[in-house]
């Protein structure tokens, strides 16, 4: 392999090592980690473990309201890389009822405000914004089904297919009745 560097005014190649080359690259993509986040994915992990289920919904739920993501290095080496995110919703849809429960405790009604707002103020991006970050309330999985119907009318029936799937493990879904 063949690195090329500027060094002040003068273009250099050097020859590096393929093996040195890999483990460094990681194949020339950049996925941006947070190591506070990692931390609270893993403080996380630990409270639900330990039974601390508003504390871990809590975390959760910070997890989720940032918009920005990052992602977090699979458990060997070269493993996937996972996002933050997906990962905490992972954690949440994996915790017992105790838990689900808690975090339907904690954000229905900010969830439900929310959709109401975006109602209110006919933002289709925040009807959205509900369903992404409280997709196991009541009123996440109704923003699910209005961003699916969404979807549809905007001729992406996959994006509308993406959300009626995340939708199907959900007992309690809104009908998918207009």
Known sequence: ???????GSMLVSHAADDAD???????????????????QLDRAR???????????????????????????QG???GATRRSIRSEAT???????????????LL??????????EAFARDDSAGVVAVARRWLNTPAGRKAALLTAFEALEAGEPLEALVWIERLE??????ALEP
């Open 169 to 174: 493990g959900f007992g309690d879904a809104p």
């Open 90 to 104: 992972r954690l949440l849809e994996g915790m017992p009822q105790q838990g689900r429960d808690a975090y339907a």
């Open 46 to 72: 630990r409270l639900i473990a330990g039974d601390g289920w508003t504390d871990a919904a809590a975390l959760i739920d910070e997890l989720l309201a940032d918009d920005r993501d990052a992602f977090v």
């Open 21 to 39: 080359s890999a483990a460094n690259d990681d194949n020339g993509v950049f996925l941006p980690a947070d190591r506070v986040k990692e931390r």
């Open 1 to 7: 392999m063949l690195a090329v560097v500027l060094s």
């Open 75 to 77: 458990g060997t080496v």
């Open 107 to 116: 954000c229905r009604s900010r969830a439900e405000r929310a959709l109401a």
